[in-house]
């Protein structure tokens, strides 16, 4: 069966240091989104990605971050200068419509 | 303010028995409503989607309901297995919006 993936699936950075996270959506879909879970808390939605534009992104999603498909499979997530509060998992996700999205396992991002 | 509230927090039952949780929501106006399972260190997995004309959905031992009127919605897990350990949470659509609201979940633990 299809699945998103995602790499690293822990990624350990230092305060200020930029990180890159990967994503390989399902290949016929055509939406990619990204949403972080800081520990224990509600998974909240970062960014939405169409047609090779950000289709819509929440209030978390500033200046720092940054969202790409470089080539046909890729989608990443660039957080330019990390903060402490970064730290959460990362899902990708990936749906053909705006209806059911599949999720990646995730990349644990720690910053120390 | 959009928000889905979910019910209980956490909830212990023995291996075979069935449950029940709640989820309500204020998001207007509404699309549709879905229910995931998460498993601790996973991404979120799809069990249901119902749109605002659906009264219930099934997925194997899992029934979503939905009340579109007082805006609630359940999950009821029949003869629950130890797999079913994992937290639960309901997510609502608005309308025209890829924007997911996300509840902060119900911890199921299924005790043997």
């Known amino acids: 069966e299809p699945e998103v993936t995602q790499t690293p699936s822990h990624q350990v950075t230092q305060m200020g240091q930029e990180v890159i996270l990967r994503c390989v959506p399902i290949?016929?879909?055509?939406?990619f989104y990204w949403y972080r879970q800081i520990l224990g808390q509600k998974v909240e939605f970062l960014v939405s990605?169409?047609?090779?534009?950000?289709?819509?992104k929440s209030e978390i999603f500033d200046d720092q971050f940054s969202v790409e498909r470089p080539d046909g499979s890729n989608f990443t997530l660039k957080i330019r200068s990390t903060k402490l509060e970064d730290s959460a998992m990362y899902f990708c996700?990936?749906?053909?419509?705006?209806?059911?999205?599949?999720f990646g396992a995730g990349t644990r991002l720690s910053v120390l | 303010k959009n928000q889905v509230e979910q019910s209980p927090q956490s909830l212990i039952i023995l291996e075979g028995k069935n449950c029940t949780l709640q989820?309500?929501?204020?998001?207007?106006?509404?699309?549709?409503l879905r229910w995931y399972k998460q498993d601790t260190g996973r991404g979120p997995v799809s069990l249901t989607i119902?749109?605002?004309s659906e009264n219930t959905k099934s997925n194997g031992r899992y029934t979503a309901t939905l009340d579109a009127d007082t805006k609630q919605s359940s999950l009821h897990i029949t003869a629950s297995q130890l797999s079913d350990s994992a937290s639960y949470i309901c997510?609502?659509?608005?309308?025209?919006?890829?924007?997911?609201?996300w509840g902060a979940g119900t911890k199921l633990i299924i005790k043997p």
């Open positions: 119902m749109t605002f």
């Open positions: 989820c309500n929501y204020t998001v207007s106006p509404f699309s549709n």
């Open positions: 990605f169409y047609n090779n534009e950000i289709s819509e």
């Open positions: 997510v609502v659509s608005a309308d025209s919006n890829y924007q997911l609201i």
């Open positions: 290949s016929n879909h055509l939406y």
């Open positions: 996700a990936s749906s053909v419509w705006v209806n059911i999205q599949y």
